[in-house]
């Protein structure tokens, strides 16, 4: 159940739910999951779209917003499957001479109408669940395919495995997409930071970026996590996604999100996306970062 649901049917608010949710997770009762809770031994369970859809969808908004000022005109890249990703191709239906390759039946949709966008879609068995082609003929259709860059969302992430998926042939897709691009962008708002499922399909070590929203500062282990990966050398962007800060507020308007750049310990390998100017701040940076940014993200590591 989401967190929303459980503070409707206690009839209290989602900041007490929350508590009562971690409280009852150490106590081995439950498995806190994507905003909500599931039944312990759900490890490889996966919710169907409509569910997702509904879940953090504010924060999915910002993501999105922050990842599309990314993406520069005449560009070609891969975009995978998910709720987070369909917000980010609506978004790049504006970018001309854009060429996206796809595995998601609900990426194309979004772009279906972008007369100044390539639409390329691989072959494969479409997945009803989550709507996206998969198995030998998505993953044959994508060899030989070389892009700048793919944007990929998963159900989970932490600093010790990377990206992870609940289902096989979505995994095994997903390698496949990381194989024909030179960068990876995950994009994984904070329910999804500290959740481990079954299927691994971007190690840490190839995640070149992460764009993510700001974790609550009662949510201890998004943070943490935030923390290890930068540790790892995932450079990190973070949107502001509601005026509350929590998951199931009302959206930031058109224009007014907010943005905080985790720096990096040190170097790793690639240069920052082109064009992505602030937004993805490489680690060479943080010498000469200004005090206020300093201070704010001190401030991070101790929530």
Excluded at 69 to 77: F, H, K, N, P, Q
Excluded at 131 to 157: K, N, T
Aim: net charge neutral; hydrophobic share 40%.
């Amino acid at each position: 159940m989401s967190l929303r649901e459980l503070a409707r049917v206690v009839q209290t608010s989602e900041v007490t739910v929350r508590r009562d949710v971690r409280a009852l997770e150490a106590e081995g009762l439950l498995d806190r999951r994507h905003g909500g809770a599931v039944l312990p031994g759900g490890f490889t369970r996966e919710s169907g779209f409509p569910q997702k859809s509904h879940l953090a969808t504010a924060e999915k908004t910002a993501i999105a917003d922050l990842a599309a000022g990314l993406v520069e005109e005449g560009e070609a890249i891969v975009v995978g499957a998910g709720t987070t990703t369909q917000e980010l191709a609506r978004r790049l239906a504006r970018v001309p001479g854009l060429t996206v390759v796809t595995n998601s039946l609900l990426v194309a949709q979004a772009l279906a109408h972008a007369n100044r966008v390539e639409v390329v879609m691989t072959g494969g068995t479409l997945r009803g669940s989550n709507y996206a082609l998969v198995g030998s003929g998505a993953e044959q259709s994508l060899q030989g395919l070389r892009v700048s860059r793919a944007f990929l969302s998963g159900s989970g992430l932490t600093a010790e495995r990377g990206l992870s998926t609940s289902n096989m042939l979505s995994a095994s897709v997903d390698r496949a997409l990381v194989q024909a691009a030179a960068e990876v962008v995950v994009l994984a708002d904070h329910t999804k930071l500290g959740t481990d499922t079954m299927f691994q399909t971007v190690p840490t070590d190839l995640i070149t970026h992460l764009v993510t929203d700001e974790p609550p500062g009662h949510d201890d282990r998004a943070v943490t996590e935030l923390q290890a990966l930068a540790d790892q050398g995932v450079q990190i962007a973070v949107a502001g996604s509601s005026a509350s800060g929590g998951a199931g507020g009302d959206p930031v308007p058109a224009g007014r999100q907010s943005r905080r750049d985790v720096p990096l310990p040190g170097p790793r390998r690639g240069q920052p996306i082109p064009g992505a100017g602030p937004q993805l701040r490489s680690a060479s940076a943080l010498g000469d970062q200004p005090q206020p940014e300093r201070a704010r993200v001190a401030d991070l590591r101790r929530r």
